[in-house]
């Protein structure tokens, strides 16, 4: 079975710095997708970004973007120019190009003003 | 366009009673999903379907049943509710499999006493 480890409960970063959340996996399959959602205190489940494996170029979305270190099997989130906004858990999830997404047990990120 | 909506927001319910979480979308999404999630923890998949007829298992289906009638209902159902269901349910879909992007209802918040 996958599974998926966020080593850090909380962080929190200063409005307008650059923040790096952890994600690491373990699999032994060569082709799965990669998921940062964000889950503010509102309880709605949104999509940050999407990584596909086969693919080398790390994803970015606006401020969001990874790095995805495929052997090392890590796939960071970071957070540029917080904003107010961002505070929120965020959860790492993996997918095995089954039915199955499996989430970590999320970071819960502070942005302080 | 709603997206994924969920019923009810909140409920308690008592031990040995039954209910069920409703959950619509109107995305024409083929695959559909039910997750709970236990405080400070990830989500955990409970049963999925992949399209109208067809339900299968995710990682904790026990206590639960499910039913897909139609493309945009998925009901869930609660035969005799214990404690340990005490939870928040997530109802979510995406268009082909999970690897797509999943979108997420605003999620039931379920106390068992």
């Known amino acids: 079975a996958q599974t998926v480890t966020q080593s850090q409960p909380e962080m929190s970063v200063q409005e307008a710095e650059t923040v790096t959340l952890s994600c690491t996996y373990d699999?032994?399959?060569?082709?799965?997708?990669l998921f940062w959602y964000k889950q503010p205190p509102s309880r709605q489940m949104i999509l940050v970004i999407r990584q596909e494996a086969y693919k080398q170029q790390n994803a970015t979305e606006n401020r969001f973007s990874v790095n995805f270190q495929k052997a090392a099997k890590s796939f960071s989130l970071k957070i540029s120019d917080s904003q107010l906004g961002d505070t929120a858990m965020y959860f790492c999830a993996f997918n095995d190009a089954g039915n199955m997404l499996t989430f970590g047990g999320g970071t819960r990120l502070m942005v302080k003003p | 366009n709603a997206g994924v909506t969920q019923t009810p927001k909140f409920r308690i319910l008592k031990i040995g009673q039954s209910m069920t979480l409703q959950c619509t979308q109107d995305?024409?999404?083929?695959?559909m999903y039910w997750y709970r999630q236990d405080p400070g923890m990830g989500l955990k998949l409970i049963y999925y379907?992949?399209?109208?007829?067809?339900?299968d298992k995710g990682e904790v289906p026990n206590g639960y049943n499910v039913s897909r009638s139609t493309t945009e209902d998925f009901p869930l159902r609660l035969e005799l509710a214990a404690p340990s269901q005490t939870s928040v349910y997530f109802c979510a879909s995406s268009r082909d499999r999970s690897t797509d992007t999943q979108y997420f209802g605003p999620g039931t918040r379920l106390t068992v006493l």
């Open positions: 995305m024409n999404h083929n695959y």
């Open positions: 699999t032994s399959e060569n082709n799965y997708y």
């Open positions: 379907s992949v399209g109208a007829g067809i339900t």
